[in-house]
């Protein structure tokens, strides 16, 4: 569950609330193409602007609609409300928990321990610590992370900090059996080579066979099939950054036909220029565009 390719979803919206229609046709597409898990409310879900409530709804509807392992995004910049949504999201069954870095208030080291830490002793649920300093301003060291990586539910990190070094020495100070994903689709295969397991990707919103077969390439050896895969995959996970994520997957899915609906503000709509280069790079790779 923790390994492999692990998509980080989007949130499809309708009027003013998710659209629960088009996520089904989501998690069947997934299904399809083996996807190892899915994660709901994280930063290409648009959690921010999530509400508590609507979190729990997509959880709940989640484990109710797919057999696919969920991982429940339900981290914040607030200790007590990451508590209390982790332990309802462990009610509802979830099969794990992604919890953010907490963010704008730019915790200490000691404070970032102290948050994993009191986080994990209040549930049993597999812990995902989520580290992106670009979104953060904060990013825990490779010590911290292998202090924390002795408490029992606290079993990966999602590695989006962009330095590969950061992943060695976790690899290097870790528990052994401590897993390392790749948080930013470019470097999947260089975080690989030094001791990763997966993704939690978002250019496997569009092509979910292809990055599940370049990171099971790589775990079973064959290297020139996942090279080759990593160059294929470069200029359509370029495109989907070329503007804040989620702007960019969420579009590419919309040109592929699913009803994902609006961005919710402070998001808005790519622009004509890079809704050109989305648009090419999905129909480069190989997917049908409707619209």
């Keep these: 569950m923790f390994t492999g390719s692990i998509v980080a979803l989007v949130t499809p919206f309708k009027n003013s609330g998710i659209n629960y229609k088009t996520l089904k046709k989501l998690f069947l597409y997934h299904e399809e193409h083996q996807t190892d898990a899915l994660l709901l409310s994280g930063t290409t879900g648009e959690s921010p602007t999530l509400t508590f409530e609507e979190k729990l709804e997509l959880f709940s509807f989640g484990k109710k609609n797919t057999e696919i392992p969920i991982i429940a995004g339900t981290g914040n910049y607030n200790t007590k409300e990451t508590i209390e949504l982790t332990k309802r999201a462990e009610e509802i069954g979830v099969d794990g928990a992604l919890i953010i870095t907490p963010y704008y208030n730019k915790p200490t080291q000691k404070g970032l321990y102290a948050h994993f830490k009191m986080v994990a002793d209040s549930v049993k649920l597999p812990i995902i610590i989520y580290n992106v300093p670009g979104r953060t301003g904060v990013s825990i ?49 260089p975080i690989l080579s030094v001791g990763g397991s997966g993704v ?62 609006p961005l919710r ?18 129909k480069r790779i190989g997917r049908s565009v409707v619209r």
């Design 141 to 189: 060291i490779p010590e911290v992370v292998a202090e924390l990586s002795q408490i029992h539910n606290i079993v990966a990190i999602k590695e989006a900090s962009g330095s590969l070094r950061q992943c060695f020495e976790i690899r290097k100070k870790a528990c052994k059996d401590f897993i390392i994903l790749s948080g930013e689709d470019a470097l999947t295969l």
């Design 265 to 282: 503000l402070p998001l808005i709509e790519p622009s004509t220029k890079s809704l050109k280069v989305i648009k090419s790079e999905i």
């Design 200 to 261: 939690i990707s978002v250019t496997a919103n569009i092509v979910p066979e292809m990055v599940k077969k370049m990171v099971s390439g790589y775990l079973e050896g064959d290297i020139t099939k996942t090279m080759s895969l990593h160059y294929k995959l470069l200029p359509l996970t370029d495109a989907l950054f070329i503007e804040t994520n989620p702007i960019p997957v969420k579009t590419g899915l919309w040109l592929m036909g699913y009803d994902v609906g």
